[in-house]
């Protein structure tokens, strides 16, 4: 069964840093894609950013330059470093990552993205 969970959320003043972290078992992230999303307050949710090794990673405008996606060397934890954080930036934070399967002896990836966290919540106050 795979599961993620989501960590290192918490309550920060704008301009400040947090980094958070995505546990993976049963599973391991890999090039098929890996992912935060962010839901703000009264929005929907919209992808932050992508990992696609070795393609370079994705990101939406509103963090580019701030953010940064990362993996640890085995697969099994997700990462997104989150500097100079706004208050717009407040929001419940979730990893994803689509599904690798194999068909007849070849690699397949889900077009979406298969398995979610549960969240975590960032606020950014001024």
């Known amino acids: 069964q795979v599961q993620l969970r989501e960590s290192g959320g918490g309550s920060v003043q704008a301009g400040g840093s947090l980094k958070l972290s995505c546990r993976i078992t049963?599973?391991?992230?890999?090039?098929?894609?890996s992912a935060w999303f962010r839901q703000r307050p009264d929005k929907e949710r919209e992808l932050v950013s992508a990992?696609?090794?070795?393609?370079?990673?994705t990101y939406a405008d509103s963090v580019k330059g701030r953010f940064t996606i990362s993996t640890d060397n085995g697969g099994h934890t997700l990462y997104l470093q989150m500097n100079s954080l706004k208050i717009e930036d407040t929001a419940i934070y979730y990893c994803?990552?689509?599904?690798?399967?194999?068909?007849?002896?070849?690699?397949?990836?889900?077009?979406?993205?298969?398995?979610w966290g549960q969240g975590t919540q960032v606020y950014v106050s001024s």
């Open positions: 994803a990552a689509k599904r690798r399967s194999v068909e007849q002896g070849f690699y397949k990836c889900s077009d979406d993205f298969e398995y």
């Open positions: 049963g599973y391991i992230f890999n090039n098929c894609g």
């Open positions: 990992l696609y090794t070795p393609r370079p990673s």
